[in-house]
């Protein structure tokens, strides 16, 4: 059973950093390119960041470039995700995704606040 499990997130005034984490299992996790989703209330669902297999090619969403870093260890089957800067439009439910032998999983996601 595949399972991704988040964790990280918080309460962070602006201008802080947090960094989530997303252990998987039930699958081989170094054989699939991953990504990071966020849902703002209210709002749909927007990607944030992929990570390919090689754990080298990456892209973002151009409002977290320089911003936020993805990364992967795939000997820990662990997907992070670094944020600096944040600001309260950055604030959502964040949850790690991939698309695993054709169908599309995700966590239960970790909450991202930002307020001062």
């Known amino acids: 059973e595949v399972q991704l499990v988040e964790s990280g997130g918080g309460v962070v005034q602006p201008g802080g950093s947090l960094r989530l984490s997303c252990v998987a299992s039930?699958?081989?996790?170094?054989?699939?390119?991953m990504s990071w989703v966020r849902q703002a209330p209210g709002k749909g669902p927007e990607w944030v960041a992929i990570i390919r297999v090689d754990g080298r090619t990456t892209y973002y969403l151009d409002s977290v470039k320089g911003r936020f870093t993805i990364s992967r260890d795939n000997a820990k089957n662990t997907l992070h995700l670094q944020m600096n800067s944040l600001n309260p439009g950055d604030t959502a439910l964040y949850y790690c995704?991939?698309?695993?032998?054709?169908?599309?999983?995700r966590g239960q996601g970790t909450q991202v606040t930002v307020s001062s």
């Open positions: 039930g699958f081989t996790f170094g054989n699939y390119d």
């Open positions: 995704a991939g698309t695993i032998a054709l169908r599309n999983y």
